[in-house]
């Protein structure tokens, strides 16, 4: 299991990175520093844990996800692995769909949002378990469906559209009367806030917080990476994407928390200035997202930098982030 589960990682999270680690982070998985586990290791205990619960739901079968609750509330308790895994779920090429994947990403993602809505612990906690299942009424939809290049036809958009009852249905059956507040919020995870969504068309209160949260970075998550019929588009695409597109589908709070707590440029990301020059992120100002501290690493003619330069934004009026670009986009 162990073996496949690092297979697929390599697959589809960070491709050549397993076993290469900067030394800060650490060389070998499972080894430990300063008491966190190391990025690949929240990976991998995510993904076993996804992997057998969609497993069990696919097959009718009771689950568990106590489990899953220890390992949520580790990646709390772990600020700096937290940081990582969102850089780690937002900058990747080559991503093909994975519905174990997708729900890590955005169980990192709404966590995020659930700090910058001032969560106590216990509701981050929640909103992590209920982010990593949202999707498990998918395993109820057949692969040439889920799987299928190009449009759906009317049929299959309608069965898609089930997944949420199905979602609800899994997780009631498998762990009853308790958790019948986290088999709600699997249901409603697809309902928006002017009543758009589906499958029931709640609007406002009548839709669980938690759910309103799931659902906005959901779009997020998809945004971020590649689908046969487009690109994926980076972060700061994909939060302008849902801001033009945000009127009456997502409450302001969590507009204002999504420009906040998932940051359009985050640390570690390389951007482009308008002057041309290329440099790297590596402080954000939660009051300006839009323009952190950058660490310049080309000029403007594309002519890599010999001497450490920092640049504050907030304090040059004159300059400002124009794109965003991957690693390995970065000039030879």
């Not at 990192?108 to 001032?118: P, R, S, T, V």
């Not at 612990?121 to 299928?148: R, S, Y």
């Not at 041309?276 to 839009?290: Q, T």
Request: aromatic residues 10%; hydrophobic residues 40%; charged residues 30%.
């Amino acid at each position: 299991m162990k073996k496949l589960i690092k297979d697929t990682l390599e697959k589809h999270l960070f491709p050549g990175e397993i076993n290469n680690f900067p030394a800060e982070a650490g060389i070998l998985a499972n080894q430990e520093k300063s008491g966190e586990k190391l990025l690949v290791d929240f990976y991998e205990e995510l993904y076993e844990f996804l992997d057998d619960v969609f497993a069990s739901a696919g097959t009718d079968k009771k689950f568990g996800i106590d489990r899953g609750v220890e390992l949520v509330a580790r990646i709390i308790d772990t600020p700096h692995a937290m940081e990582n895994l969102y850089r780690k779920a937002v900058y990747r090429k080559d991503f093909k769909y994975d519905s174990r994947v997708h729900g890590i990403n955005v169980a990192i993602f709404a966590i995020k949002i659930g700090n910058g809505l001032g969560y106590k612990k216990d509701q981050l906690i929640e909103l992590g378990i209920a982010a990593l299942i949202h999707d498990i009424g998918m395993c109820k939809i057949p692969d040439e469906v889920v799987n299928k290049e190009g449009s759906l036809t009317d049929e299959e958009y309608a069965l898609i559209k089930k997944h949420p009852q199905f979602g609800y249905d899994i997780v009631f059956n498998s762990l009853g009367e308790k958790y019948k507040w986290l088999a709600e919020v699997v249901s409603q995870e697809q309902e928006r806030e002017g009543g758009q969504g589906y499958p029931r068309g709640l609007k406002g209160n009548e839709i669980h917080e938690y759910a309103k949260v799931i659902g906005m970075v959901d779009v997020y998550e998809a945004l971020s990476h590649s689908r046969p019929q487009r690109k994926q588009f980076l972060p700061y695409e994909a939060t302008r994407e849902i801001v033009n597109s945000s009127k009456n589908l997502f409450p302001q709070k969590l507009i204002k928390a999504l420009l906040t707590k998932l940051s359009c440029f985050p640390i570690g990301s390389y951007v482009v200035l308008n002057s041309k020059a290329i440099g790297k992120v590596v402080e954000i100002d939660e009051a300006s997202p839009l323009r952190p501290v950058i660490e310049m690493l080309y000029d403007g003619m594309g002519k890599k930098l010999t001497e450490k330069k920092i640049v504050k934004l907030c304090d040059t009026p004159l300059l400002y982030i124009v794109d965003s670009i991957f690693e390995e986009d970065l000039p030879g």
